[in-house]
T-cell receptor
C-alpha cells in the first residue's frame, strides 16, 4: 500500500530564516505531487505541483519554491521566511492525470515569529 | 476560474441524526469530485471519490452524490456519531491539469 510522509509536524521559525519541508511517498512510482497551504479562513490553496523529477509548476507567486530531486520526494523551501508564510502546509500525491484521487500527508504547522 | 462552495459552514446535531452536507461548483468540466475529512491539526483523509461519469458512491454510513450538470454534490451521513465530528471538505479536480479546488469546508459537531 502507498503511504505519504511529511515532516516536521510543527516548526517555529524566525522571520528571515530559511525553510525546508520534506515529503516522501512510498509504494508507488512516478506520482503526481502537490504542496498546499491551509491558512485560517482561507481554505486550501495549491502552491506547487509536479508530474516528474525536476518538473515543478507554481500556482501563485510567493516567497516559496519547490523541488523534486527524486521520483518520490518533494521539498518546499524558502530562503527568507516572512510572517505571512505562517500556515498549515500539506503535501499530497495522486497516481496520474487519469487516476486523480488525492492522498494527503499529516501536514506541517509552520509559525513564523 | 473554478469556485467551490460548501453549505452549511457549520452544523451541530445530536447523535443518531441523518445529515446532508452540500457542495456546489461553478465549472462542470471536472474529472472527479472528492470528499475529505479533516480532524483538528491533522491532514486530510479521503472519504469518497466520484468520477465525473458516476452519480454516487457509498462507503459504510457515507453516501456521496454528484450532479455534474448542475454543479452539485451532497454527502449524506447516516446515523451520525460523536466520532464523525470533524471538518468535511469537498474538492473538484478540474480538467485544467493539476487543479484540485477545495471548498471552505463544513465543521460538523455531533454531540452525545
Amino acid at each position: 500500500s502507498q503511504t505519504i510522509h511529511q515532516w516536521p509536524a510543527t516548526l517555529v521559525q524566525p522571520v528571515g530564516s530559511p525553510l525546508s519541508l520534506e515529503c516522501t511517498v512510498e509504494g508507488t512510482s512516478n506520482p503526481n505531487l502537490y504542496w498546499y497551504r491551509q491558512a485560517a479562513g482561507r481554505g486550501l490553496q495549491l502552491l506547487f505541483y509536479s508530474v516528474g523529477i525536476g518538473q515543478i509548476s507554481s500556482e501563485v507567486p510567493q516567497n516559496l519554491s519547490a523541488s523534486r530531486p527524486q521520483d518520490r520526494q518533494f521539498i518546499l523551501s524558502s530562503k527568507k521566511l516572512l510572517l505571512s508564510d505562517s500556515g498549515f502546509y500539506l503535501c499530497a500525491w495522486s497516481k496520474s492525470i487519469t487516476n486523480t484521487e488525492a492522498f494527503f500527508g499529516q501536514g506541517t504547522r509552520l509559525t513564523v515569529v | 476560474k473554478q469556485e467551490v462552495t460548501q453549505i452549511p459552514a457549520a452544523l451541530s446535531v445530536p447523535e443518531g441524526e441523518n445529515l446532508v452536507l452540500n457542495c456546489s461548483f461553478t465549472d462542470s468540466a471536472i474529472y472527479n469530485l472528492q470528499w475529505f475529512r479533516q480532524d483538528p491539526g491533522k491532514g486530510l483523509t479521503s472519504l469518497l471519490l466520484i468520477q465525473s461519469s458516476q452519480r454516487e458512491q457509498t462507503s459504510g454510513r457515507l453516501n456521496a452524490s454528484l450532479d455534474k450538470s448542475s454543479g452539485r454534490s451532497t454527502l449524506y451521513i447516516a446515523a451520525s456519531q460523536p466520532g464523525d465530528s470533524a471538518t468535511y471538505l469537498c474538492a473538484v479536480y478540474g480538467t485544467s491539469y493539476g487543479k484540485l479546488t477545495f471548498g471552505q469546508g463544513t465543521i460538523l459537531t455531533v454531540h452525545p
